[in-house]
T-cell receptor, first 109, second 112 residues
Framework: GEDVEQSLFLSVREGDSSVINCTYT??????LYWYKQEPGAGLQLLTY?????DMKQDQRLTVLLNKKDKHLSLRIADTQTGDSAIYFC?????????FGQGTELSVKP | EAGVAQSPRYKIIEKRQSVAFWCNPI?????LYWYQQILGQGPKLLIQ????????DSQLPKDRFSAERLKGVDSTLKIQPAKLEDSAVYLC??????????FGPGTRLLVL
């Protein structure tokens, strides 16, 4: 099937690390992405990883990819209230992005 | 560099009316996408253009939806006639390569 799965909600305290998980479906997907969507806004590309990589780090963001289990995760270090948003993972299937349903991250002061 | 532009930002119509959305991609981006995002879900691809040709429109409900990109730059998406279930955010994205897609702010459509 085409379903990319994510947990729906995550709540953390400011300053803690957040880990958002995703399982995808197509082992031939070349790129995997994390997008952020704030209320009333479009999707902002946060980071992405090529399928031959295991890990990518970009400032506070760390992406881990387990191809065997088709598992993708996004770790946000030192989470801030401004990180509160919905986070979507997506896989690239032949140029078409297949999105999960999104994880709503709530950061409490 | 200017991002993807979309208009209008909001639209409220009654069922059976028609509506059109406009998208201007990032300059130089050959590929343009229209996605539909229903509340509480992730975006789903409706149609993909490469320059002014259609690459994938397999998920476009062609009995009521149409899209064009006549000069390979701007694009319009039309719904005629609209149904209640068309209430959603319509997102336009553009890409210069296979790797990354950049999204506009979206048009929020409410069909009453």
């Amino acid at each position: 099937g085409e379903d990319v799965e994510q947990s729906l909600f995550l709540s953390v305290r400011e300053g803690d690390s957040s880990v958002i998980n995703c399982t995808y479906t197509d082992s031939s997907s070349t790129y995997l992405y994390w997008y952020k969507q704030e209320p009333g806004a479009g999707l902002q590309l946060l980071t992405y990883i090529f399928s031959n990589m295991d890990m990518k780090q970009d400032q506070r963001l760390t992406v881990l990819l387990n191809k065997k289990d088709k598992h993708l995760s996004l770790r946000i270090a030192d989470t801030q209230t401004g990180d509160s948003a919905i986070y979507f993972c997506a896989e690239n299937q032949g140029g078409k992005l297949i999105f999960g349903q999104g994880t709503e991250l709530s950061v409490k002061p | 560099e200017a991002g993807v532009a979309q208009s209008p930002r909001y639209k409220i119509i009654e069922k059976r009316q028609s509506v059109a959305f406009w998208c201007n991609p990032i300059s130089g981006h050959a590929t343009l996408y229209w996605y539909q995002q229903i509340l509480g879900q992730g975006p789903k691809l409706l149609i993909q253009f490469q320059n002014n040709g259609v690459v994938d429109d397999s998920q476009l409900p062609k009995d009521r939806f149409s899209a064009e990109r006549l000069k390979g730059v701007d694009s319009t998406l039309k719904i005629q006639p609209a149904k209640l279930e068309d209430s959603a955010v319509y997102l336009c994205a553009s890409s210069a390569n296979y790797e990354t897609q950049y999204f506009g702010p979206g048009t929020r459509l409410l069909v009453l």
